[in-house]
């Protein structure tokens, strides 16, 4: 008996460890051809007019590689995306976990995990067929597709992702926090903004960075309502083109392999991968220097 269960484990084992090194294999593999695909582009065009040209124009007859039309884009609508969640998921995370019923929050749960699993192609043509049009009426020279519209249908796009995470941290909180402050004398709100918010800050964070990358790698809804023109700059109410959007446009058809439009992809491509990557490690930092900060 002893003998067959030691069998079991090791193949159970063995399973496991052969699940990780092939999922290891795939993106090792992934990286070699974005890095070989990458090379091939930066050996005729240099990294000075990549990394600081302000025009993109791959499918033009005069090709110009600049990318930081692609990366004011991606910033752009990153930033109205963030303003748009940010502040509303974290009080309706505080009011779930803090003051709500235990059967209300149940319910919200679910209908968070409904939210969160929608297409974010449906999103897309909400910006284009909603979203715009009503902004329109309150910005009449708002163009047919713009960053700003955009933004907003991202921003609610992950609202329900950043709810129902940052209200699982915060509730997550032990209770022992928060009947500690309050026998010291604290009210509720003294001991939310000084005792369970502060304990949750390292999770709160973390969280945070996540949905960034996620709202950096989104494509869907900037290729359907943003216009796909790059355009250097941060006027919000022109149409836009990220990185990602345009990475959906090479997967189109558009570009003939073997030739620079098509490496110009993997160079973007390149790049929204070391973005995400330096997020990560900037999101682990600050875990451990907040939980730090909170252990004492």
């Not at 192609?121 to 713009?146: C, E, H, N, Q, R």
């Not at 006027?235 to 110009?264: K, N, Y």
Request: net charge positive; charged share 10%.
């Amino acid at each position: 008996m002893r003998k067959s269960k030691y069998f079991t484990d090791k193949v159970i084992s063995g399973i496991l460890l052969s699940a990780v090194l092939l999922s290891a294999l795939v993106s090792l593999c992934m990286l070699g051809i974005l890095a070989s695909g990458t090379y091939e582009f930066f050996r005729e065009v240099s990294f000075l007019e990549f990394f600081t040209g302000t025009v993109w124009t791959p499918l033009f007859s005069q090709k110009q590689f600049g990318v930081l039309p692609l990366l004011t884009g991606t910033f752009s609508v990153v930033s109205i995306a963030a303003m748009v969640s940010v502040g509303p998921a974290l009080l309706i995370s505080i009011y779930l976990s803090e003051f709500a019923s235990e059967s209300f929050r149940n319910f919200m749960r679910v209908l968070l995990e409904i939210l969160s699993g929608i297409p974010t192609v449906v999103y897309g043509f909400l910006a284009l067929f909603w979203a715009t049009p009503v902004l329109k009426k309150i910005i009449p020279d708002l163009p047919a597709f713009s960053a700003f519209s955009v933004g907003i249908v991202t921003g609610l796009m992950i609202l329900p992702f950043l709810i129902y995470l940052w209200e699982s941290i915060i509730s997550a909180v032990p209770d022992s926090y928060r009947h500690s402050s309050l026998a010291l004398g604290a009210g509720r709100m003294q001991t939310l903004f000084r005792a369970v918010l502060p304990a949750a800050l390292p999770g709160l964070l973390s969280v945070f960075f996540l949905s960034l990358i996620r709202v950096i790698g989104e494509s869907m809804i900037v290729a359907i309502a943003g216009g796909q023109q790059a355009v250097f700059g941060f006027d919000i109410l022109a149409p836009v083109q990220t990185m990602t959007s345009f990475m959906v446009q090479a997967g189109m058809g558009d570009f003939v392999p073997g030739t620079m439009e098509l490496r110009s992809a993997f160079a973007v491509a390149s790049v929204l991968v070391v973005i995400t990557m330096l997020l990560s490690f900037l999101s682990r930092h600050l875990h451990k220097v907040f939980t730090r900060l909170v252990k004492g």
